[in-house]
């Protein structure tokens, strides 16, 4: 394959990329001189992380990049998953009901909420779950309908990217819709949604087409390779005061939580995460153009409309999966001489495979690759730092993968 006729037949959609980056760093930076950020904000704090005026700041930024009324971003959040585990229990109190209308979510959160059994999920707090599944790659509106007008619902959950799934991600303008059509309906539902992947792909935010929450991860998108940790909650005030105090003590909320010198490195990660997000979309697209060029399925197409960051290439068979995942390993800048092999993870039903040399453990801004050993076998790829690194390793891949 010669990858020079590649570039330039991707050439429209990388043009796509990079007005879209135009537009995300204009916002981004907007919002950095709009707080006066400062070289002051990078200092630390320790202990409870009382007046850490550039912890709070950061969070005026967010809110403003994110279109929402408020948000908590914070090192304490250990992951997307955690954030989302806190968000959850701090929105729903016994005798209340979950309702998921975009299949069931990702797998961590499967003891969360109840599907496994565990001591501590929602379920063992007397929450109760109920889960509308997609048809053809959309919300089932009349079974949606049909739940709300039955059934006392206190929180939607809506998750945008396919986590361990065989259906498409979900765009802007289908949450824009449903939402719509949920607060029709009962305007009182906390419509929460899950975002990790999508930031700075489409132009809007759920928050700014009615979401009344949503969350996200900072070692993904908003990130940008920099942030050693940490995830986000943005949305409606009072909802974000509620989130804060479960994820602090009641009382004090987000008045405390040491930034223990970390501010830097989130500013930073969020100031570059234009240009990373255009990167890693890039190496999407080429990604699923060479996938396709050696017969594999994928998901989305090198030139459908992208909602997220992420590249499912259906293998098919465990072989090619593994392999794949192997070569990618092969190619990263961190334990390239190591070999990854599915194994049992924490949090998930099937062994899983995970090629991830980043530089920051967990990492998925950074070129990552994994997928769980069960059929129809895909790969989930996300990430890269630049283009040239990730098109370095995605172009060698494929090629080991069909001289193997």
Known sequence: MNLELIEEKLQEEFKKIDEQEAK?????LTAFREERVSETDFNLTTGYGYNDEGRDKLERVFSRVLGSEDALVRSQFISGSHA?????????RPGDTLLSISSKPYDTLDEVIGIRENNSSLKSFNIAYQQIDLVNNDFNYDKIKEVLTTTKIKVVEIQRSKGYSTRESLSIEKLTKVIKFIKDINKDITIMVDNCYCELV??????EVGADIMV???????????????????????????VAERLTLPGEGREVGPSLGINRSLYQGLFLAPSVVAAALKTAVLTAYLAEKQGY??????????????QSIIFGNKEDLITYCQEIQRYSPVDSFSTCYPAPMPGYDDEVIMASGSFTNGSSIELSCDGPLRSPYIAYQQGAISYQYGKIAVYNAFQNLKNK
């Open 202 to 207: 489409e132009d809007k935010t759920p928050c």
């Open 297 to 310: 399925q994928v998901e989305p197409k090198y030139n459908a409309k992208r909602v997220d960051i992420v």
């Open 216 to 242: 996200g991860s900072l070692i993904k998108n908003l990130g940008g390779a920099i942030a050693p940790n940490g995830a986000y909650v943005a949305g409606s005030h009072n909802l974000i005061e509620l």
């Open 24 to 28: 995300n760093s204009l916002k981004v």
């Open 84 to 92: 989302l585990t806190v968000t959850l229990f701090a929105l729903l």
